[in-house]
């Protein structure tokens, strides 16, 4: 089946430590987000790329780093520089053209113990 | 700067209830707007998606229209059911933008 798959689902990490959630996506997509969703805000944008070997900072990039050297893939690497890591990590693609639907991963949840 | 609020933040309702709910956004520029779903512990699922031209959409039990001119969007619920219960966020894009804006979301309980 044609989806986004994220991995791993949970992930605990040692304070000081990077670490790098996966992202794939089979819907030949071109444009490829990571977002971060904390209790009671809303989805905020980390970074996005919309082809292959190009990627752009969201609002909160900080911290973060991405690359993008194939299509299908999209791996974000979470910093010891980010203060606050423990949060909730949504992988999301969108197809061009209209009418442009946004369509995600199941998550990962990252705790820094 | 794009600003999205969805009211209420809450609501619970008897299963069989038609409901609505709320998505306010202060920019107008909008290419398109999605309502989304999702779980706990999940990730979002698709529901709608209105483009700017479109005045409303539906799937199923589903009914989202979109008011561009005042800033609003909402989604109608027929027929709730337990099965229902979810927390909705809407998300509009603005023109010329890769950047989809989210709302805090309502939850919805749909009480058996």
């Known amino acids: 089946d044609g989806g986004i798959t994220q991995s791993p689902k949970y992930l605990f990490r040692k304070e000081g430590q990077n670490v790098t959630l996966s992202c794939e996506q089979n819907?030949?997509?071109?444009?490829m987000y990571w977002y971060r969703q904390d209790p009671g805000q809303g989805l905020r944008l980390i970074y996005y790329s919309q082809i292959v070997n190009d990627f752009q900072k969201g609002d909160i990039a900080e911290g973060y780093s991405v690359s993008r050297e194939k299509k299908e893939s999209f791996p974000l690497t979470v910093t010891s520089a980010q203060k606050n890591p423990t949060a909730f990590y949504l992988c999301?693609?969108?197809?061009?053209?209209?009418?442009?639907?946004?369509?995600f991963g199941e998550g990962s949840r990252l705790t820094v113990l | 700067k794009q600003e999205v609020t969805q009211i209420p933040a809450a609501l619970s309702v008897p299963e069989g209830e038609n409901l609505v709910l709320n998505c306010s956004f202060t920019d107008s520029a909008i290419y398109n707007l999605q309502w989304f779903r999702q779980d706990p512990g999940k990730g979002l699922t698709s529901l709608l998606l209105?483009?700017?031209?479109?005045r409303e959409q539906t799937s199923g039990r589903l009914n989202a229209s979109l008011d561009k001119s005042s800033g609003r969007s909402t989604l109608y619920i027929a027929a709730s059911q337990p099965g229902d219960s979810a927390t909705y966020l809407c998300a509009p894009r603005g023109g010329g933008s890769e950047k989809l804006v989210f709302g805090k979301g309502t939850k919805l309980t749909v009480n058996p």
């Open positions: 999301a693609s969108r197809g061009g053209g209209i009418p442009g639907e946004l369509f």
């Open positions: 819907l030949n997509h071109d444009a």
């Open positions: 209105i483009q700017s031209s479109q």
